[in-house]
């Protein structure tokens, strides 16, 4: 979602630069000489950055919890609470200052120690602008009513906001707000160098990487929240459902990504294999490229989200197993969740009433597509092509090979996403995408709303939950029914399957989670 992504030459450079070689990597299942093995995960992609605040595609966010922490953390179950990360405790002063104590005796991958030195530079306007401070980074649309760092010691910091901020808890615990070494990051000398060997404070440090092919970790025993479980983690890149499936059924891999149900069984029938997983705080869209001829009419969209039969898809490619929201939220926004927010309707009557009223003529539509980024998107976008068709819409499937080509301008399309709940409200989650410094008005330029900005802005220095409902209540009439920038479809499943003796938990998030605070390998 950024102008930024790693180039050929980079990734091949961040290769030879390796400390570590990995001719050999033990698996799981092998050495059993050894106390550990290295783990090896089948993934659907390939990350195009490897700093936290470039981007939040799923294939970066498998990877990053391994190599960059917060300064809060997060429970891994359904309750997602906060906890201390990098910070052991922190305190509020008032509505707009936050003082951070940080744990003693951690380092950095280099085996410098973190000092608020890093907290302010990760935190601050140089790093989170990103290359060139171009603000092309998606951490910006969350991060930017951060004012300053200050530093009172080496191990403590006040951070303060621009204006009141109910939220500042969880946008510290939130991707985006990883903390880097200052010190690593001036040495590389640019982003590009960075980007191919990142410091970190996580249980696994950066090793190597070969573009489309892999990602490899090596365990940092110098951690301060324990020994990793792994001696090394490598992250197979292997877009085919198929090959994941077989290379997991083969004993070649320990855990693969992106199952879709029609592959449980397959799993699951080997003994020594099984399925993890659920619905998780990420909800999928279809985004619109408002600037498009036909598009720029909001009955248009209007009605390409009314033709959707939403039940029928999630009962036959699903089996019912992923929920369906009201608008653009999510039940764990606590206070900022709007009960009686309207379902998402399927009318198709309604739909060919509003193509009728905005002069739709055939005029044909472009969908942008990937092959499987997403499980079973080509089989969902295969059953929505009949069910526009049946109200009249004229679209055409245009298979793309990666998410770059998606959002090459002109766009004049429509095209998959998923969007994760950063922090468990309006503003972590739809605005992150929706907003003035968003992935789709900023970043892309295909969709903008003046008064959803406006009322975005008001919420961002609205604390009372009584106030801030019916700014939410009219920010999600606008997303879902004025305005929309996109048609959402459901609430994400994010299954895996995987070696039984891998004693691993999945999270709430993208997020895979390898190091000794995930509950699975805690109990191991």
């Known amino acids: 979602m950024t102008k930024f992504e790693l180039t050929r030459r980079d990734v091949l450079a961040g290769a030879v630069a390796a400390a570590v070689s990995t001719a050999f990597i033990p698996s799981v299942g092998q050495a059993a000489n050894t106390t550990r093995k290295t783990l090896r995960v089948g993934m659907s992609g390939y990350p195009r950055t490897l700093d936290p605040v470039i981007a939040t595609d799923t294939a970066i966010r498998r990877i990053m919890p391994q190599v960059f922490e917060t300064l809060i953390a997060r429970e891994q179950d359904a309750s997602m609470a906060l906890k201390p990360g990098l910070a052991e405790r922190w305190e509020r002063i008032d509505a707009q200052s936050l003082r951070v104590f940080l ?19 990760s935190l601050g306007r ?66 590009e160098k960075w980007t191919v060997a990142p410091v970190g404070t996580g249980p696994y440090r950066f090793v190597s990487q070969k573009l489309d092919v892999n990602v490899v970790l090596a365990s940092y025993d110098g951690y301060w929240g324990g020994r990793p479980g792994f001696d090394g983690i490598e992250y197979r890149i292997i877009p085919e459902l198929a090959a994941r499936v077989n290379g997991l059924l083969a004993g070649e891999l320990d855990l693969v990504t992106d199952i879709p149900p029609d592959q449980f069984a397959q799993i699951s029938n080997r003994g020594e294999l099984e399925v993890a997983g659920g619905p998780v705080q990420n909800i999928r869209s279809l985004v619109f490229d408002r600037t498009d001829p036909v598009l720029k009419d909001p009955r248009v969209r209007r009605a390409m989200s009314l033709a959707i039969d939403r039940k029928l898809l999630i009962e036959s490619l699903w089996n019912n197993m992923l929920p369906i929201p009201n608008g653009y939220q999510l039940p764990t926004y606590g206070s900022g969740y709007i ?111 003046e008064e959803y900005f406006a009322l975005g802005s008001k919420l961002q220095g609205t604390v009372e939950p009584e106030k801030r409902r019916p700014i939410i209540r009219r920010m999600l009439e606008i997303i879902n029914e004025v305005d929309p920038p ?39």
């Open 103 to 121: 744990r003693k005796g951690v380092t950095f991958h280099d085996g410098s120690p973190l000092t608020g030195e890093d907290v302010a530079f």
């Open 339 to 449: 009960e009686d927010f309207p379902t998402l309707a399927y009318d198709p009557e309604k739909a060919k009433s509003l193509l009728a009223e905005a002069g739709y003529n055939g005029e044909e539509i472009t969908y942008r597509l990937l092959n499987n980024y997403y499980p079973n998107q080509v089989s969902g976008a295969q059953a929505m092509i009949e069910m526009w068709r049946d109200v009249g819409l004229n679209v055409r499937i245009q298979m793309m090979e990666n998410s770059g080509q998606l959002k090459q301008k002109p766009v004049h399309a429509i095209f998959d996403t998923s969007n994760t709940a950063l922090f468990l409200d309006h503003l972590g989650h739809p605005w992150r995408e929706y907003g003035p410094n968003g992935a789709w008005a900023h970043l892309v330029g295909i969709w903008e709303n």
């Open 126 to 191: 140089a790093h989170l602008l990103g290359p060139g401070g171009s603000g092309a980074t998606e951490a910006l649309a969350f991060l930017d009513g951060l004012d300053h760092v200050e530093i009172v010691d080496p191990h403590t910091v006040l951070i303060r906001t621009k204006g009141p901020d109910a939220l500042l808890e969880q946008r510290l615990a939130s991707w985006g707000s990883e903390i880097v070494s200052k010190d690593a990051f001036t040495a590389a000398g640019s982003w």
């Open 486 to 524: 996109s048609i959402i479809l459901h609430v994400s499943g994010q299954y895996y399957g995987k070696r039984r003796d891998l004693h691993w938990l999945p999270g709430q998030t993208l997020d895979l989670n390898f190091g000794p605070s995930n509950p699975g390998l805690m109990r191991t």
